[in-house]
């Protein structure tokens, strides 16, 4: 039996999550519940599943869910320093991180030093802090199981290969809903056209960056860390059908992959479950749906935020971190229809360029660069 800490409960994976252990109640516990401000959901979610602990960020909500869950044992705690507190519970052996964006980054780094494995959703965590998320892993023995679809599968590829070193690793991308548009087509793309997603059901975040394409550019930087790998050894292809997640290539040229139908619940059911494989009734692959799986390179002159990413990792430093904060402002933005979605790159790439530069950061940089590099794009947007 693993208790499970869900940080991020009412999201897609959350719920996803929840979806794991109430299909395994011999296997897994749901033993701490979170969410920011979705005090329903958390109350609905908690009298079914009778967690040791929820946490609701918002503390205006607190008294709402308190009331409700009085007469239960469950304990309830309010803000964000509380999750910090929660993961480190003793009862709790493995934590979720489906928290969105740099939120992630202090329970995280909380959870590691308590010597909880991390179930990582939350790519954002890397993004920022790989260095220092990477070497407390280490520090403190502690896995990291990912849990998003491709870097999921690029560690199923890689189980009982430790001995041989990759050349390079292949992370499939969607497309998402605007694959061969060009520039001139995206001038006035609205947000109700870029949350329809072609394959995948997911937060409105993560959708936005999925059509922009900084979700994959992400998704670079979280694997250079994952897996301790050099620029030249990812590579993104353009794959729509999204049922090959990503490939390993190995030095005698060598590739494995690994399929499956667009399902999150698979990739969130191996990390928890890791290093079993445990039965379920999800549906199946079948190649008589899928007779035709097509390959293209990204076009990185029209969706610039991927060749940013590239740029911010070869940079180093405090600079993923930079793009990182500058997205989730101009993401939310976008959402609240105050930039166009080619605006978007304008914003992240002046971030870049202007947000102080630090080659060796500590947490504390990492802070400072996140309120320095939300401010600035807060203001490059009202110009």
């Not at 975040?205 to 250079?224: Q, R």
């Not at 997640?245 to 190995?250: G, I």
Request: hydrophobic letters at 45%.
């Amino acid at each position: 039996m693993k208790r499970v800490a869900i940080l991020g409960s009412s999201g897609s994976i959350g719920t996803q999550a929840l979806e794991v252990i109430r299909a395994n109640p011999d296997k897994f516990r749901a033993e701490v519940l979170t969410v920011n401000g979705s005090a329903d959901v958390l109350i609905e979610q908690a009298l079914e599943f009778i967690p040791r602990a929820v946490v609701i960020s918002d503390q205006e909500k607190y008294n709402q869910v308190k009331q409700v869950l009085a007469n239960t044992s469950i304990e309830v705690l309010a803000g964000e320093d509380a999750l910090v507190e929660i993961v480190q519970l003793d009862s709790v052996d493995i934590v979720l991180t489906a928290l969105v964006g740099y939120a992630g980054l202090k329970p995280t780094i909380a959870a590691i030093k308590a010597h909880k494995n991390i179930a990582l959703a939350n790519k954002e965590t890397l993004v920022v802090g790989g260095d220092l998320i990477t070497e407390l892993a280490k520090l403190h023995k502690v896995d990291i199981l990912p849990v998003d679809s491709e870097h999921s599968a690029i560690f199923q590829c890689l189980v009982g290969e430790e001995h041989n070193p990759i050349e390079k690793i292949i992370l499939t991308a969607s497309g998402g809903p605007f694959l061969g548009k060009e520039r001139e087509d995206l001038l006035a793309v609205t947000k109700t056209q870029a949350l329809k997603h072609p394959n995948w059901t997911m937060g409105a975040k993560i959708t936005i960056d999925s059509a922009s394409l900084m979700n994959k550019g992400l998704e670079v930087i979280e694997a250079k860390w994952l897996f301790n790998l050099d620029i030249n050894q990812i590579e993104v292809v353009v794959h729509p059908q999204s049922i090959i997640h990503s490939l390993v290539q190995f030095q005698d040229g060598s590739i494995k992959a690994q399929l499956g139908l667009p399902d999150m619940k698979l990739p969130i059911q191996y990390a928890l479950a890791y290093p079993q494989r445990i039965k379920n009734d999800f549906p199946r692959f079948s190649f008589d749906n899928f007779n035709n799986l097509t390959f293209k390179s990204p076009d990185t002159k029209t969706f610039r935020n991927l060749a940013l990413a590239f740029e911010a990792m070869n940079r180093g430093g405090n600079c993923p971190c930079v793009i990182n904060a500058a997205n989730e402002v101009v993401v939310d933005a976008f959402l609240k229809d105050r930039i166009g979605f080619l605006q978007m790159s304008d914003v992240i790439e002046a971030c870049m360029e202007k947000v102080t530069y630090v080659s060796k950061p500590c947490y504390e940089d990492y802070v400072q660069t996140d309120r320095e590099a939300r401010k600035m794009a807060g203001e490059l947007i009202t110009l």
